[in-house]
């Protein structure tokens, strides 16, 4: 890997410079992912390896990032286990048919994922040939718990209230379904680590709605399995958004390292995760509108509090569709000039 | 004051049992609340003080929490200050004319609270008549930055990009807003204290949305405002949802009471706020979907962990429309019954 910077990282390893990426780097910002939306729907895009790969390194060419995250989506999952999955325009994602009891856990599969998501390994290995071992190759997943929260909602949601009815109502129910997905999920991940991602992130995108006990309950125990499951394989990036208060069980948990969220400033970061493990994160997504020079100096004070060693600079959440290019590009470029 | 529970407890005194109350428990899980509305829209419920007064006593009448709080709603206050504020049914508050530039703020007037909001005035005179001295009655107000909010975007959301974008590409445009705002925000909760209520509560609900260093500059600048020129008139609550980060702070403000929200365990709330000040929460709206012994248990072991002093029972947010009666019950009666 002639770009190793992002591997060292999540090793612990000391570095010139933090590496840096952006969640949702491939996305809606950038114009010449919205000349191939344009011409082809969502499921399209992920499942064609050549528009997934093209897709996954047009922002790389663009900025240069240490890394690439493979173009998919988190609800590749429950389509490939006989959920049905829509993307509505200006909507989202729609499942027609949530699932909201026993009998709809029943009929939920657990797929043969080298058969069923054979286009996410293809993509992956068409994806490595344009790195050309450039820079390494990240592969996610959803969280169980937040793969459950769209499954039963059927939609995004501001509080996923019908998820949460359905754990606390339902828990038999709900505990087998994380399990189906979970298993399923793992699965997939080592999959994709044949195939030839050099990194996974579990994302628990909603992990934050839940109260301490009852993330470990319907969520961590999942994410933990998925970990014991996989670090031999390849480094594991776990993400919860809003979880601050999980953070130590996550330090200890064999994860490599662990995404914050801008509210959860660096110090307190560092202090809830032990002081030992590499973080990821955690500037505001809203903040890149603000001028670029604004946002140079926020990615220096950034790195300051976390530190070089042991951090991954990237957002606290996924890229806005309305963030300038220019603005993008004094993001990645504070970080190659930091320390210069 | 017959029952001085919650008044003790805002003053930190020792107290037989904790006392109880529920955000927005004047509302949509109660039938005697849906039967007013069947036949009022939802300005004339907050503007005509018989109907007010009368939904703010029903869950008293019914359950017999130890504080009332008026029904109203904090988008009040924009409208009184010259923005149109519709309540749509299935979607929430919708701001036909939001404030994105400075010429929209320098539109935004000041009102005379006194006269725009003499309504709720009177909707305390007669709520602390057909209290009678029994329980306190709670104002409340929203954050200016809540209130900039819905000013901006126009409507809720998830994330309240547009909001956010106009502090972080219009700050100085913000910050008039935001003093405009807090102005008559400190006038309009004087007079609520000059009409009856015994304490007031600031909601900041998307304070959470913010870093800690952008929540400083864009929140609670301006509650400590409105705490400083409160609290010497009466005891001030300021709960913001997700702000765990920010309790530290709130706790040398000079609030008597500090709210906090389910994702915030009760030792981590009395560490980050120094563990001297009363704390105010923290059980999960959806949890009230758990079976009510459930609730009762889980209702115990959450006021063992905050203590029973300096502490007042509360959710970590509103009670959601579709808790069944009984539930909400169970939850108030484990408080009532809370060592006996």
């Known amino acids: 890997m002639k770009n190793d910077l992002f591997l060292r990282a999540l090793k612990g390893e000391t570095v010139e410079r ?20 344009k011409k082809y729907d969502f499921f399209t895009r992920c499942q064609t390896p050549e528009l997934a790969s093209e897709i996954t390194v047009q922002p790389i060419r663009r900025y240069g990032m240490d890394a690439a995250i493979l173009f998919s989506d988190i609800l590749v999952i429950p389509q490939a286990m006989n959920i049905t999955v829509e993307m509505k325009p200006n909507f989202g994602p729609f499942l027609p048919s949530p699932v909201r009891t026993q ?8 797929p043969d994922v080298h058969h069923e998501l054979d286009y996410v390994m293809q993509a992956i290995k068409v994806t490595k040939e344009k790195l050309n071992d450039e820079i390494p190759l990240i592969g996610f997943a959803g969280s169980p718990w ?68 009852d993330y470990q309950e319907f969520s961590f125990q999942y994410i933990q399995q998925i970990i014991d499951a996989l670090k031999d394989h390849a480094p594991v990036i776990v993400f919860g958004k809003g979880c601050w208060f999980a953070l130590g069980d996550m330090a200890k948990s064999g994860a490599s390292a662990l995404g914050v969220d ?32 604004e946002i140079k100096k926020m990615v220096t004070q950034m790195i300051n509090a976390f530190g070089k060693d042991k951090y991954i600079v990237n957002l606290g959440h996924g890229i806005l569709p309305n963030i300038p290019v220019e603005n993008a ?12």
């Open 18 to 37: 933090p590496p840096v990426w952006m969640m949702r780097q491939a996305g809606r910002y950038l114009p010449e992912f919205m000349e191939i939306k």
């Open 103 to 110: 009998a709809d856990v029943d009929r939920v599969v657990i």
């Open 146 to 213: 937040t793969i459950l929260c769209y499954c039963v909602q059927g939609q995004g949601s501001k509080n996923f209230d019908k998820a949460k009815e359905f754990c606390f109502t339902q828990p038999m129910a709900a505990h087998q379904l994380l399990q189906k997905i979970t298993d399923t999920t793992i699965a997939y991940l080592k999959a994709k680590v044949a195939a030839g991602v050099n990194a996974v992130q579990v994302f628990d995108s909603w992990g934050g709605m839940l109260s301490p006990s």
């Open 262 to 293: 801008w509210t959860c400033s660096a110090p307190n970061a560092r202090y809830l995760s032990g002081g030992q493990i590499t973080l990821q994160g955690n500037f505001d997504p809203s903040r890149l509108l603000s001028p670029p020079e």
């Open 329 to 340: 590009k004094a993001f990645i470029d504070a970080v190659k000039e930091y320390g210069i």
